[in-house]
Structures are given as structure tokens and as C-alpha cells.
């Protein structure tokens, strides 16, 4: 059984500063496997930002698998943009975009999704796409295959088309590469479901875990409890004006057949819609 301490959109240069010390504290309570920050470390991409964004994974309790987002490139110096993209994102976090987990129960692939020839929305790169379908060939069978992407397929919570360039054609690749769960953000909105071209992916999208960029009315992160033939995501939310996180929703998933479903309180498997 594995725990995936899942945020994104963490915007350093854009922080609630009140939040970095709890979330840190939660983050060592809940004593997670691994912690994945799905994209947007820095608010614009500068050295500075990508300092505190450093020092604050320096602080998470578990390794952490990080991939870029689209504030992580320079916005206004356009050479930089177009010649070195994520040159500052490399001196921070490593010179790998697309990181490899392995757990226990699970193979967890990260994947750049960032394109420098778009305003904000995302893209799957052809060799994004093979080295996900490589990284999922190549584990032994029974692992969940996850994948790590800032820009989802899937329409955000308020119904918003998804952010990236041909989400059609993206589930139908991610399908087909076999990923059972996708970890995303982008959208500053948490949400989970899956879209009915394909229905054997749950995807999984937090909020914005720290920045004072809220589409809702609170920060969240989320804990995602991996067990054989059950997926758990526990939210944790940060609401302004209180102290800490509280425990947010908590839903259970399960794929019986080809298609995910939602687990009532009593575990039995219900319908998503
Ligand atoms: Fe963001």
C-alpha cells in the first residue's frame, strides 16, 4: 500500500505564506511514500522564485516527483522562452523534466507538458508519449501506471474544456499506453473523474496546494492511498482565515471491469456519472 502526497500550482512568487508551515506539518503527519507536485512551482519563472520552490521540497517529508508547468517558463523574455525554456527549472530541480517513480505498487512516469509556443495551454510531446509507453511496458505486471502531466485531458470542475492540444487525441494515447490514474493541475480547481472515451483512467486534479491564485474557496492538496483493486483520495483543504488543514472529501475508486467506479461508504461498487 503506497501514499502519494499529490500538489500543484504552488506558484512560489505568489505564496500565502501562512500556508507553507502547515502543509509542511500536515505533509510530515500524513508520512506519504512519495510527493508529487504536479507543475506551476514558481508564479514567473524567475531564479528567485525557483529558490523557494527548492527550499520548500528540501522540506517534504518523501522524495518528490516534480515535472514543469506552464509558469515555469520565462513569459516575457521570449529568447529565453523559445531557445531555453526550462533552463531555470533545471538549475533548480535537475536536469530530468520527465522523472521516473517506482513504489512498491505502482510505476509513477512524469511527463512535461509545458509548450513555450503557447500562451498557457499544454501539449503531449510524441517522445513524452514513448517514454511513458516504454516506462509502462517495461514494469511487471500488477503495478499501477500513473502518470504526472500539469495539463489534463479532461475538463476542469466548473466544465472547462481542458488546456491542452487535442485532448481526444491524449486520452486515447494515455489509454492506450495503459495509465490507470493521471495526476494533474493547471485548472486551480480539484476534481476527479473520468472522461467515457476512457473510462479505465481516473483523473485526479488538485488545486493550487499554497498560492494566493484560488479559483475556490480554499487551497487543497490531496492524499492518494493506492491498495490492490482501490484507489483513496483523501482532500485536505486550507481555508482563509483558519488556521491549518482539515480533512476535505474522501472518496474511494475501484475498476472491477474496464471501467472505474465510485466506492459508496459500504464499498460497493457504484456508477460514476
Ligand atoms: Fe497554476
Known sequence: MSRILHLSDVHFGAVD??????LIDLAHRLKPDLCVISGDL???ARPGQFRAARAFVDRLPAPALIVPGNHDMPLRNLPLR?????AAYRRAFGPKLEPLAHLSDA????VNTANPFAWKSGLLRRRSLQRLTDSFAAAPPGLWRMVVMHHAPVPAADGTAADIADPVAVLAALAQAGADIV???HTHMPHTGFAETAAGVLFLQVGTAISTRRKTDSNDVALVTLEPGKVTVESWLASPGQPG???GPSQSYT??????QKLTKSERPQPTH
Open 17 to 22: 505564506d501562512r500556508l507553507v508551515a502547515p
Open 42 to 44: 514558481t508564479q514567473r
Open 82 to 86: 523559445l531557445l531555453a525554456p526550462f
Open 107 to 110: 510505476v509513477v512516469q512524469g
Open 183 to 185: 495526476l494533474s493541475g
Open 245 to 247: 488543514l482539515t480533512p
Open 255 to 260: 475498476r472491477p471491469g474496464t471501467a472505474w
